[in-house]
């Protein structure tokens, strides 16, 4: 992706594409956020410790976030350079262009497959950019080849204001996502309804209260609960309820689980 940027930059200064420049100075940003996300992923492979009890995965949040604001930015600057051009627009080398759109396309597929099976919001931010830079190159195909039969100059830096208007508005929602996982919001409402059904249908609980459901990183999940349940007879019952709710819960794919058992009579000690 790095090696190709360079050729972009090129390219786009050959061409006098301001299409291809907004899509190089993107293709910069993701080399810089992929090598970031990498680094944070790595680290966020290490395991819990005295300092970080929870482990290390918040850590690949923060490779989301650094991509989106680097592509904010860069949108931004696109934007500044395309603007004017809409007044003075020039006739860009649609030849060039359109084998910058073909090698665009296989170069950001080949990445966009690499990264297809990620699940954290840090590989999902990624893959999305990915996913933008192949429909942005089709859209330059498709320009560059409208250009060599009609002189329509003006075809250019309007694609380079949709391509960064459509990648900043997605930025902003997964910026959006990113920032509500950094301020602990349930990730997925249905799986939480899920949760508190599963744990209420069991025959043994008559009431759930203080549920909490957060994610580290879009991928891995935690779980907080409390249960109040009848008085228990010995550890034998006391061991067949702890494997139900774990049997209930199974399905959940939670990374971290952790249920306090209260008996009917006694109070709530977080009330």
């Not at 989106?68 to 649609?94: C, K, Y």
């Not at 893959?127 to 060599?148: F, K, P, R, S, Y």
Request: hydrophobic share 50%; proline share 3%; charged share 15%.
């Amino acid at each position: 992706n790095a090696s190709f940027t360079v050729i972009e930059f090129f390219g786009g200064y050959w061409t006098d594409s301001t299409a291809i420049m907004a899509d190089a100075v993107h293709d910069l940003g993701d080399s810089f956020v992929i090598g970031f996300a990498w680094l944070l992923s790595y680290l966020a492979q290490k395991n819990a410790d005295s300092a970080y009890t929870y482990g290390y995965r918040r850590f690949s949040l923060l490779g989301a976030v650094v991509s989106g604001l680097v592509l904010s930015v860069g949108s931004m600057l696109i934007m500044a350079e395309a603007v004017p051009r809409l007044l003075d627009p020039v006739m860009p080398q649609a030849a060039g262009m359109l084998g910058l759109a073909i090698a665009g396309i296989v170069v950001n597929g080949i990445a966009a497959m690499t990264l297809r099976q990620g699940k954290t919001m840090n590989e999902q931010m990624l893959n999305w950019h990915l996913l933008e830079d192949v429909l942005g190159w089709v859209a330059v195909l498709i320009v560059a080849t409208v250009m060599q039969i009609i002189d329509w100059p003006i075809l250019d830096p309007l694609l380079s204001i949709g391509f960064t208007l459509f990648i900043l508005i997605n930025v902003l929602r997964n910026l959006w996502v990113t920032g509500r996982l950094f301020f602990q919001a349930v990730l997925d409402p249905d799986l939480l309804t899920c949760v508190r059904e599963s744990l209420m249908s069991l025959k043994e609980i008559d009431d759930v209260h203080h549920l909490h459901l957060w994610s580290l990183d879009g991928e891995h999940h935690v779980l907080t609960a409390h249960v109040r349940v009848e008085p228990l007879k010995d550890i034998t019952e006391y061991s067949r309820l702890k494997a139900t709710i774990n049997s209930a819960l199974a399905s959940q794919d939670l990374a971290h689980t952790t249920i306090e058992i209260e008996l009917n009579e006694e109070p709530c000690r977080d009330e």
